[in-house]
């Protein structure tokens, strides 16, 4: 498909140097160009839309300070270059000002300069058009639906609370056990608001130590404390005009609470060793798999830093109380891995999806991720089957106890674990769950271990 032309009018009454300029440019089939007389003349022809100007600034009907106002009028975007006879660095410097693009001299190399002009003004809006879509781009990755996936009754009202949460700069509390997606939660909300292309700033309070916390959080001067060698910015400046997103807020301890109280109410902070207030504009976003109330009602976290930062709680559900999700997410985790290691397309037995979901997932959808990767790998065919599902040993206890099934298949089940652990050696086996060698051996006869 043929791009647009590239759009130039020249603005000359000198025409046999408007069309000296014109035939050089014409030289590039992408240029269209056209040439106006006066001022008037390429007014009225604006609406064409030219991608640039070319502009003598003394014409015969209006001067180039006139013109140059009327087209930033019509289309402040559109780049004028002045040309002119004058050197006169002042008016140049007048013009720029007022919005023009470049002021070059009207001489011998003047249609040499305009090429580059033309070359450089060509490369910036491929530049920009380029930058526009990866911007639409990323805005589509983060829309909530394609970060947050899951249409359970359970995600979908966290998904209303994430719309409205957006709309204004309300700060938002996100409760929830390990792995179900609260900071994926605090990413969407981000997205959806008017913040989005401002800076997004995650800062998991347990990560830092907490002799570091403050300067991290709040920023430093230079040799406010040893090894304090240069003046550092803190999270909060970072994420000045987005969103921080405070983690495990639960585990701040009491001093940095009432230092953090104290940044939110005044809205501005001061870095350590510092005097200087900064200004903050940043939305507020925490999470905690812990209960605040509880925390506060032990003393352990403050109940005025509790209240200011309550505003919209959000509960996000565990994975196991998510129904349908579990087998949404599982197929979800399966395709994407695929997809960034270039295997084949891989489906999920109707077997292996029963397994998953009667699991308890402790570790929520983390761990349902990690378990749908490990199978994609297991698998030698083009099916995920029950056994290449395996949970992982940290919750391998609870993984045994959620498969409902006979007491003899559990006693089965724990002395095969035993017999593998004790490299088969039955007489420790029976020492060790204190039950008879002689019932192993019925088992094992019976060929049912
Ligand atoms: N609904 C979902 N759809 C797709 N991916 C999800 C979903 N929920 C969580 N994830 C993925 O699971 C992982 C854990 O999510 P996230 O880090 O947001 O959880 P968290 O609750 O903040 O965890 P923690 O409590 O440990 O900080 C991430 O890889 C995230 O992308």
């Known amino acids: 498909m043929a791009s647009d032309p590239f759009r130039i009018f020249i603005v000359e009454d000198d025409i046999i140097f408007a069309k000296i300029i014109s035939h050089h440019l014409s030289l590039n089939p992408d240029n269209e160009v056209e040439i106006f007389p006066d001022g008037k003349s390429l007014l009225k022809n604006l609406y064409k839309n030219p991608a640039l100007i070319s502009l003598d600034y ?39 000002k007022k919005g023009a693009y470049d002021y070059i001299l009207k001489d011998q190399d003047t249609k040499e300069r305009m090429w580059n002009i033309i070359k450089n003004i060509r490369e910036n809006v491929e530049l920009r058009q380029k930058i526009a879509i990866l911007e639409e781009e990323i805005g589509r990755k983060y829309e909530v639906n394609n970060l947050i996936k899951g249409n359970s009754p359970a995600i979908n009202k966290v998904f209303i609370l994430i719309e409205k949460a957006a709309r204004t700069n309300i700060t938002v509390s996100i409760y929830g056990e390990t792995g179900t997606g609260k900071e994926l939660v605090a990413k969407s909300i981000h997205h959806a608001s008017g913040r989005r292309k401002k800076p997004f700033v995650a800062v998991n309070v347990t990560a830092i ?56 109410q005044e809205e501005e902070v001061v870095r350590v060793g510092g005097n200087e207030n900064v200004k903050l504009d940043v939305r507020v976003i925490v999470a905690t798999h812990k209960n605040l109330q509880e925390l506060v009602r032990k003393g352990e976290f403050r109940e005025d830093l509790y209240y200011r930062l309550l505003g919209l709680p959000i509960h996000l559900p565990p994975l196991r109380e998510r129904g349908s999700d579990i087998a949404l997410l599982a197929r979800f985790f399966v395709d994407e891995f695929c997809q960034k290691n270039k295997l084949g397309k891989l489906s999920i037995s109707s077997k292996a999806i029963e397994k998953i979901q009667k699991y308890p997932f402790p570790g929520n959808v983390r761990e349902l991720k990690a378990i749908m990767e490990l199978a994609s790998v297991m698998t030698n065919t083009d099916v995920i089957e029950e056994s290449d599902i395996s949970f992982s040993t940290a919750s391998a206890s609870q993984d045994f106890l959620y498969e409902e099934t006979t007491l003899e298949e559990y006693n089965k089940k724990i002395i095969n674990h035993f017999l593998q652990k004790y490299d088969n050696k039955v007489r420790l086996v029976a020492r060790k769950l204190d039950i008879g060698k002689t019932t192993i051996y019925r088992l094992m006869n019976e060929g049912k271990l």
Request: charged share 25%.
């Open 58 to 96: 003394n014409l015969p009907d209006m001067t180039g300070l006139e013109v140059l106002k009327q087209i930033k009028e019509f289309n402040p975007d559109t780049p004028v270059v002045i040309v002119s006879g004058q050197q006169d660095v002042a008016t140049a410097i007048e013009l720029l």
């Open 209 to 264: 130590p907490k002799e570091l916390i403050e300067s991290e959080m709040f920023g430093h001067e230079k040799g406010a404390f040893t090894g304090a060698n240069n003046r550092r910015i803190g999270r909060f400046e970072e994420a000045n005009h987005g969103t921080i997103f405070l983690d495990e807020i639960g585990d701040m301890d009491l001093n940095m609470q009432s230092k953090l109280l104290r940044v939110l």
